[in-house]
């Protein structure tokens, strides 16, 4: 079936024109970082989704049940590439668009990201280490994998949860059956072992639709209850081989996949090896700082991927480093510093939401974790 | 009269809106620095105005004859501010929206520089340095002129010119004339008399609604046939004390103006003194450069200046350069280079026209001259 040119440049009146699907801060950023490349875009939403991260930034199209294939092909300005700004999407809407232009990431790549076990077993499937799992449905089979598991667990729906929900710890037997009892009976779940690790990290890594690839140093990770508070990179870990393990297997991922766009990998540190906790087709939190480090921006990089450009500068000259803003205002004070920049996503302020971030960045590191903890300090106090 | 608060910021739901007068390529750049603030647009266009580079960017509003005062302080969207892209803008129109909101930079301001006469007048008063001038209307009034100011001269419709037309470089009496003819005879002109400059730089400067000013270093700009070619800062002067000069002359007209927002001042190097050419009440070509110098752009301070907020960093801790895109397409090598950034305009591709900017940086200078010979050599051929 005829392929729509994914490749359009500003020449004559052509415009690259991008669909995503979303329209939260994500689909916001890349949007923004497409603008100076010329693209325009539109953005699809589900009916009750909250638009005003994107509204006035292109085409907001509403999603109805007669916009699949050509007519959501055509209702969405006939873009060029379609891309996403989240896992959970509707793959089989997707599949429709196939004919008329290229989607990516390809639609079998986000399937594979939208179960937790089904992410494992690629994983197991290549070789690639994770935490120890095991999926089951109802407390019964829970109890089970728990115990063959063995404490201490976290229990995880396999689909639909995110920056902390749908999860539920477990220490130790005395809060098993409470927990287990708190679970949907019928829900699929992945039970994962605790994986006893040093720092969690994440790689952001690219491949264009030429195949060619490039990744970001390793980002360092803080999170509060789940949800992503700050990162650092490069991140500081004991060992080089390290570094090349992170690389390696984003690359095979990237390959096993045929994958198009922005691949996100968070890791857990164990020693100095890596662990897999999951990946995101998509654009990520942790790899925000890589739009005030002096290179193409994974926003930047994801656009030129999915438009089959030469993909940019991955390797940042500075450290660099993001503060999200979780339900917090901005201080105009912040705006005082002349090492950082504000990125916020036009959504109102509700405890704990992401409204938006703080990049910041230095040459040395010791100056800018100071820094960071200061701002920390001064955005969050001693929450 | 009430005006309306000109800070908000994004705290449960209050979203900075802001209108700009114009849809070119320095609005929608404004524009894009202005929605990582999380700040949302609106533009008002001449009704044959080509508005690709805003559309979908913000609410494109047509002008008509009807929108003025409060129906056209509605028609934005009841901005908190109204800026404008350029210094051809209808100032009448703009003090029937002082009632509702702030006019920055204000309409007299603008006045000063909508005409060549005026704004030399202004800068005699205040004691700063232009070319020695005279204003005169008609051949033979002109001709006088010519001969009191002394050839060779240049002779500049007073007001509407820009980017090199509405020019008339007179070098010997021979031509004078003939070059006479081709003026029109009913236009006011101003005769200006050359300046025998080593160099032409120029200085982005800023003054915040709240009285606050910062200054971005000097720019050095080559241009051709009267259009910028290229930028590179910070400029190479000869002293010190010529950049203490740029510093004072721009603080002086921002004081006596009563400037808010970014104001630009093009001068001429005459051995270490500065001689004003021209002013602007926008942000500049000459500017762009500061979009990838890892300090607040001038984008960025425009919007910060007329909203309200504290300015952000000027002073960048690299060199940097900025290569005009004048009728040339991108070539897709140009994004493989690491410290190089692209900004494209969303404009149809003509000899000539102003389509996009690479800007690009270096910690040292030598390196940065040689890469941008190489890229103008790359872009332009031998033209």
Redesign the interface.
Known sequence: MAQRSNRQ?????E?MHLAIIGCGQLA?MMA?AG????A??SFLAEPDENT?GV?????VVKRTPELTGQALFDALGQPSSVTVEREHVDVELLKTLQPFCLVAPNPDAILVSQHRGREKDFMAAHGIATAPYKVATGRANLKDAVLHIGLPVIIKTCEQGYDGKGQWLIRDSQALEETLSDIPDHVECVVEGFVNFSKEVSIISARSSSGECAYYPLTENEHRQGILVSSIAPADVPSESTLQQADKIANTILEKLDYVGILSIEFFVVGDQLVVNEIAPRVHNSGHWTQ?A??ASQFENHI?AISG??L??T?PKTQAAMLNLLGK??D??L?????L?????????RPGRK??HVNL?HIDRAPLVKQLKELHQQVYGDD
């Open positions: 440049r500003c020449d004559g009146g415009v916001r923004l603008w100076r490349l010329g325009t875009f005003s509204d006035r930034l292109g085409t005030s002096g290179i030129r450009l030469p940019g500068e390797k205002e901005v105009e004070t705006l005082n510093q002349g090492n920049e504000i990125h916020l996503y036009n959504k109102s302020l409204v938006g960045w």
